[in-house]
């Protein structure tokens, strides 16, 4: 069960006490949070929603004119229910990929298993 802290980051997204004490510590702000849910790429991983900013997020939304370039490298990771587990920043997007090795490797012994059959 998520123990929530009374902090809003507005009237639907709730942080919990983790997250409220990551913000603090990271120095990422709650309007950082807000635009980073609300502008960022969202990758369901691992039983969570993660929302992330990265460079190509900054480049698209600045041809808009929108200065998203404090939020690159954010990270915010909610439940399903969208309540803010974490945040953090990393510019390495590489962990947010989904199904990582599910048909992308295949040995060399079971390639040569397969031509001989």
Known sequence: MLTTSKALVNDSTKLTRHATAR??????????IETVIEYGRTVYT????IYAIGRKEVERYRQEDMDLSDCEG???????DGAVLTVY???????????L???RFRPA????????H
């Open 74 to 80: 954010v990270q915010v990771v909610c439940s399903t």
């Open 89 to 99: 920043r990393n510019h390495n997007f590489r962990g947010l990929r989904t199904g």
């Open 101 to 103: 090795g599910r048909g």
């Open 46 to 49: 691992r039983g969570a929603v």
């Open 23 to 32: 913000m603090t510590h990271r120095g990422v702000s709650a309007e950082v």
């Open 109 to 116: 012994d079971r390639q040569l298993c397969l031509v001989a």
